[in-house]
C-alpha cells in the first residue's frame, strides 16, 4: 500500500485520468474530489463488497431461475429451418 500525505487543496494521480483531491480535513474526517472519465466507475468500499455480495447470491440461485424462465417461454421456431429456397 502506498501512503501519502496530502494537505487540503493538494492532490494524487492515478494513471492519466484519475485525480484525488484534498477538499476538506475535518474533526477527524478527510473529504475527497474525485475526477475521472466518465467510464470510470467509483464506489464506496462498502457499497462495494455490498454488490458483490448479490451479485455472489445472485449467480448461486441465478440457474434455478433460469430454468424456470426457459421453461415458461414459448418454444421458439428456428426460422432458418423453415425457409424455402426460392430459387
Known amino acids: 500500500m502506498l501512503v501519502l500525505t496530502r494537505r487540503r487543496g493538494q492532490a494524487i494521480c492515478i494513471g492519466d485520468n484519475i485525480r484525488i483531491v484534498v477538499t476538506r480535513i475535518e474533526d477527524g474526517q478527510v ?33 434455478e431461475a433460469l430454468n424456470l424462465w426457459l421453461n415458461q417461454q414459448p418454444k421458439a421456431v428456428d426460422s432458418a429451418s423453415n425457409t424455402k429456397d426460392e430459387a
Open 31 to 63: 473529504r475527497l474530489g474525485i475526477e475521472s472519465s466518465d467510464n470510470v466507475t467509483i464506489l464506496r468500499e462498502e457499497l462495494l463488497e455490498t454488490v458483490k455480495q448479490a451479485n455472489q447470491s445472485a449467480l448461486v440461485s441465478a440457474p
